[in-house]
């Protein structure tokens, strides 16, 4: 088992002023410290030197890894786009659709909170952004499963499947941006801004409860 290596290239456990890392633990360290400066400033104001500065080695260790920037870039995107993903896949787990809209917003909210700089570097703007490495794949992937969840609600309730789609949308959109709001502002508290979103989303501007609250989150 390899150990753990933080951004800063100390090895938990280890003494002395150099460590030599292995080849894997040089790599997570390079990971790392990308990922927080990607966070910090985007890609373009985000150097190779700067990288290899803070993991005191030198710009041909990073070379070695990566290939430059652009791949250290991809490698930092692919694995949050799949962690948010599975984060909020996983959460999916209630049969009742609100309490299912609920465990969406929650996850989302989650992942801001704990995994800040994973979240601004998705949503930061960057000239390598793909159409399945970005933000908006992520909603996009989101989107498709709540579309299957609206599509089998809006079946049994008599409304037109087709429109599912866009339902589906929408409602992902909503989560998102507050998402982005939220990541700022830090204000309300997480389960308020989740409670507050299913508020308008599932009651309707038209049938807004007072004070909503998550279902989820109630005493029994």
Do not use: C
Not at 23 to 28: C, H, L, S, V
């Amino acid at each position: 088992m390899t150990d753990s290596v933080s951004a800063n290239g100390a090895v938990p456990g280890k003494t002395g002023s150099r460590v030599r890392m292995s080849a894997a633990q040089r790599r997570e360290q390079l990971i790392a410290i990308g990922r927080e400066l990607f966070a910090e400033r985007g890609f373009d104001a985000t150097s190779i030197e700067e990288v290899a500065s803070r993991a005191k080695v030198s710009k041909p260790v990073v070379y070695e890894h990566f290939g430059g920037k652009e791949g250290l870039y991809a490698v930092v995107v692919d694995r949050e786009v799949r962690a948010l993903l599975d984060r909020i896949t996983n959460a999916l787990t209630a049969g009742h659709p609100r309490e299912l809209l609920e465990q969406a917003a929650l996850a989302l909210l989650d992942y801001i909170e704990s995994e800040t700089d994973g979240f601004r570097v998705l949503v930061r703007e960057s000239p390598l952004l793909s159409a399945t490495g970005n933000f908006s794949s992520v909603l996009n992937d989101v989107a498709h499963q709540v579309e299957h969840i609206l599509g089998a609600e809006f079946k049994s309730r008599g409304y037109d499947p087709k429109l599912a789609e866009l339902y589906s949308q929408a409602l992902v959109g909503m989560v998102a941006l507050t998402g982005r709001w939220w990541l700022e502002v830090r204000k309300p508290r997480k389960d308020t801004v989740a409670a507050h979103l299913v508020n308008l989303a599932w009651n309707g501007l038209s049938h807004l409860e007072a004070k909503p609250t998550l279902l989820t989150r109630r005493v029994k």
